[in-house]
């Protein structure tokens, strides 16, 4: 069996992608945190790259044991995996189109918004690497929905306002049904306190609550609705279970790479983006038959 190094930049949204596809494999697999020893440094390893100089000094951490593969995911890891795998003689992988870097790796997964070129060594893929695991966290006691609200980031605000008309519009729609709800770690106390306000069936504060029921709303509610802030939380939403998928729109100034990965899933049927109303989409994803395309 494959011995697995996974580099992690401590950001769950990567190392999920990076552990999925190692557990997708079947592989023993370490995973250790990796940083550049200065901010500055990151701006070499661009320069290094194209140079061809690979050097571990750049970095807090030492490996000494022997892996038949390196994974990163985000562009702090990228560097890094090359270094790594070309000191061990191991492939390198990496789980997203590494930009700035040299295409040179020996798998690249590239999501399709990222608009990545055609080389013999880049697999594109329409999602994040997702693996799903119910924990029984929830248990839905009859027919049920599920919501998942996130939070601000650098492209998208959550306006209270706005998940508010939302919420309302679900509550009505789906009366009757079960409604099961969760924020996230990026969810501001104001939209916390909001969806504490409804009393929903089934609720998870993050804040005061730090666990993860979304497998498990993935695998036994009827709709799944989740706000457009995360990538990952829709990756995981299209690739498991039954559930219909709702993304719930946020405000943006402009469109950009994220807005451009959830319309093309809309376009194929994995999602429907909330528009007033809703229309059942719940095509679903196997990134194993990506993986078909990998010689490990």
């Given amino acids: 069996m494959s011995r697995v190094l996974i580099l992690s930049d401590e950001r769950m949204g990567h190392l999920n992608q990076s552990l999925a596809f190692v557990k ?10 990796v940083k550049f020893r200065y901010k500055w440094y990151k701006a070499l390893s661009y320069i290094l790259d194209k140079i061809g100089i690979y ?78 695991e119910p924990k029984g966290i929830y248990q839905a006691q009859k027919k ?33 049904y079960e409604i099961a709800i969760t924020t996230s770690p990026r969810s501001s106390e104001e939209i916390e306190l909001l969806v504490a306000s409804y009393g929903f069936d089934y609720e998870v504060i993050f804040s005061k609550n730090p666990i993860n029921p979304i497998p498990d709303l993935l695998e ?32 943006r100034k402009e469109e950009n790479k994220f ?14 983006i909330f528009n007033g109303d809703i229309n059942n989409k ?3 994803i196997d990134f194993k038959t990506y993986l078909k395309e990998v010689h490990l």
Avoid at 68 to 89: E, I, L, N, P, R
Avoid at 153 to 166: A, I, P, V
């Fill in 24 to 33: 997708y494999v079947d592989a023993v697999y370490d995973v250790v945190p």
């Fill in 55 to 132: 050097t571990n000094k750049l970095f807090d951490v030492q490996i000494d044991k022997k892996y038949d593969m390196v994974v990163g995911t985000g562009s702090t890891t990228s560097y890094a995996t090359k270094v790594f795998a070309k000191k061990m003689h191991a492939k390198s992988v990496v789980m997203m189109l590494p930009r700035g870097y040299r295409y040179d790796f020996d798998i690249i997964f590239a999501q399709s918004h990222d608009n990545p070129p055609i080389q013999e060594n880049i697999i594109k893929i329409p999602a994040n690497f997702s693996y799903v």
């Fill in 144 to 176: 049920s929905i599920g919501i998942v609200i996130g939070g601000d980031n650098k492209l998208f605000t959550l306006s209270k306002e706005k998940l508010q008309e939302q919420l309302d519009f679900l509550k009505q729609y789906y009366k009757g």
């Fill in 220 to 251: 036994q509610c009827e709709t799944v609705c989740i706000t457009g802030d995360s990538t990952s939380m829709i990756s995981e939403a299209i690739s498991y279970g039954k559930s219909n998928v709702v993304v719930l729109p946020l405000e």
């Fill in 259 to 272: 807005t451009r990965f959830i319309d093309s899933l809309e376009k194929e049927g994995y999602l429907h």
């Fill in 282 to 284: 719940n095509k679903k």
